[in-house]
């Protein structure tokens, strides 16, 4: 399996263990085609990228670009149950994507913490999520994906638990990737061929904090040999993620041309094939 990109990669920026240069070499050596860097954004504990710190990154980001493609993303934290996250409109205009994830150790705003935060943790510790806990994760996740420009929805399910074929159908509409994280997958086989089947795209990501970790596909391997799936369907086995972006803002223009000219009919294989 050739697998051309992994964008979801930490420095030591947020929670990772080294400079940008070392995440870019690493991913050179391992033959990717093009890396993206997403450290954890500002509302992390500790560990979120700082305000005061993101031109150094970008400084090292432009300095990286002569080993190969390196972009510029950050994995933004929901910080209320009314699907804000920690990313704001300046910031996400100066970023190439726009990742997004739930976590734990995060400053949620003061209502969300005891609504959010607290009763996910205590059904976590007793091993026992009831449902009305499930759809309620779910609608708030709903919200960021839908309240926000976000370009990639990550390890879907970890942490609190959802309802991930729902949101996969959210992602459909919004043209959110949903990805196959090889650090952990918080989802079966079945699931993933129903998420598929929402017509929802994927992109498998590494979830590295560490060089040795980029790249490293693993555990996705081996779990899509369980699966019914379509290759089409994971964007980083057919081509990079610009040159993805690029694809579909082709055919965006192309089918907003279309309507323009008052052809509002879309052909059927490009309905399938983006559904957003």
């Not at 959210?170 to 079945?190: H, Q, W, Y």
């Given at each position: 399996m050739r697998i051309l990109g992994d964008y979801h990669t930490h420095t030591c920026y947020s929670d990772g263990q080294t400079p940008v240069i070392d995440i870019v070499q690493a991913a050179k050596e391992r033959g990717l085609s093009e890396i993206g860097i997403s450290?954890?954004?500002?509302?992390?504990?500790?560990?979120?990228?700082?305000?005061?710190?993101?031109?150094?990154?970008?400084?090292?980001i432009q300095s990286a670009k002569s080993e190969m493609?390196?972009?510029?993303?950050?994995?933004a934290n929901v910080i209320s149950t009314s699907g804000k996250i920690d990313v704001n409109g300046s910031l996400r205009e100066k970023l190439d994507l726009l990742m997004f994830g739930v976590?734990?150790?995060?400053?949620?705003?003061p209502m969300s913490f005891f609504t959010f935060f607290l009763p996910n943790v205590f059904f976590n510790a007793i091993h026992f999520v009831p449902g009305f806990m499930i759809r309620r994760n779910t609608k708030i996740v709903s919200r960021v994906l839908q309240k926000n420009q976000i370009d990639i929805y990550t390890h879907p399910g970890r942490y609190f638990r959802v309802d991930v074929v729902t949101?996969?159908?959210?992602?459909?509409?919004?043209?959110?990737?949903?990805?196959?994280?090889?650090?952990?997958?918080?989802?079966?086989?079945?699931?993933?061929?129903?998420?598929?089947?929402?017509g929802a795209k994927f992109i498998i990501g590494s979830d590295a904090h560490s060089p040795k970790r980029v790249g490293d596909f693993a555990r996705v391997e081996e779990f899509l040999k369980n699966c019914d799936y379509n290759p089409k369907d994971i964007i980083n086995l057919e081509q990079t993620y610009t040159d993805y972006k690029t694809e579909k803002k082709k055919r965006e223009d192309e089918n907003l041309r279309g309507n323009q000219d008052g052809n509002t009919e879309q052909p059927e294989q490009k309905h399938h094939l983006w559904r957003h």
């Open positions: 450290d954890h954004g500002p509302r992390k504990m500790l560990k979120g990228l700082k305000k005061k710190r993101f031109e150094k990154l970008v400084g090292e493609p390196v972009l510029l993303g950050v994995e976590h734990v150790v995060v400053w949620f705003t949101l996969a159908k959210t992602c459909a509409d919004r043209g959110i990737l949903m990805e196959l994280n090889s650090k952990k997958l918080s989802f079966r086989p079945v699931d993933f061929e129903r998420m598929a089947a929402t």
